[in-house]
């Protein structure tokens, strides 16, 4: 703020806005320096300052701030704000995991944003529907073990097994559950992701799935969900994890939309 102040009382030249390169200092030059031949760089600059500053604030505000000054303009940075805007929504609404949260997702994108919107939109009325059952869930905690991915005792330690038992208290089958196992960092933070059933008809990707999991789990029963892979590729993992249902569907009901 000194820099601004100094170079404002000494009418400094465009170079010395460059050099601060502050939202601040540019808005500042242009209101002072109207019919210059600077003006365009100017305005350049200060549009891409105001969503760097999205990006670092990390705020529904703050790309709101961007696209109300520059959604007129159109052009490549008002493409990318409008469609960061929308990840950012969408990531904030599965980080709450609210009912209110992934509504207020659809009401503002009611076809869903993203490449392509429609998995967006299903994704968010699939959470609202679980979470709506999700009381009657008792998820217990993961237990995570070094395993050999081959099923081999005398191979090396090369994958993880993660298991926990999940009972359905309430008083609907349930023929199909997505859950999302959720590698967790040192102080708790979601640091990588992955995602298998309790329970489908097929697993993700259309891949063959033994017959075991294809059984319903009905009321008052309790499933153990289990999945092996590698370790998450992300640093940071404390070898804990959790699980959030993503997607359920219940007897009588098709999984389509």
Do not use: H
């Not at 000194?2 to 540019?26: H, N, W």
């Not at 999700?134 to 073990?145: A, F, R, Y």
């Amino acid at each position: 703020m000194l820099t601004l102040l100094f170079l404002l009382a000494c009418g400094g030249g465009f170079s010395e806005v460059q050099k601060v390169d502050t939202i601040e200092a540019y808005e500042a030059w242009i209101a002072d320096n109207s019919g210059s031949p600077q003006m365009t760089l100017a305005e350049i600059r200060l549009q891409e300052l105001y969503l760097e500053k999205a990006r670092t604030d990390k705020t529904l505000e703050a790309y709101d701030t961007f696209l109300g000054k520059y959604a007129d303009k159109g052009g490549e940075l008002v493409t990318k704000a409008r469609t960061e805007r929308e990840a950012f929504l969408f990531g904030w609404a599965g980080t709450e995991n609210t009912i209110s949260a992934w509504e207020k997702y659809l009401e503002e994108y009611p076809s869903g944003g993203g490449n392509p919107g429609r998995k967006n939109r299903l994704e968010a009325k699939a959470r609202i529907k679980v979470i709506g059952y999700q009381s009657n869930l008792d998820i217990g905690p993961v237990e995570s073990e070094a395993v050999n991915l081959a099923e081999d005792p005398d191979g090396p330690l090369n994958g993880w097994m993660f298991t926990a038992d999940v009972t359905n208290n309430g008083d609907q089958t349930i023929t199909m559950l997505n859950m999302e196992l959720q590698y967790l960092d040192g102080s708790g933070a979601v640091i990588e992701t992955d995602r298998w059933p309790l329970v489908a008809p097929q697993a993700p990707g259309n891949l063959p799935i033994e017959e075991e999991w294809k059984v319903p789990v009905k009321a008052g029963e309790t499933r153990t969900y289990s999945f092996m892979d590698t370790a998450p590729d992300a640093p940071g993992w404390n070898k804990k994890a959790r699980l959030v249902p993503t997607n359920i569907t219940f007897d009588g009901e098709n999984d389509d939309e």
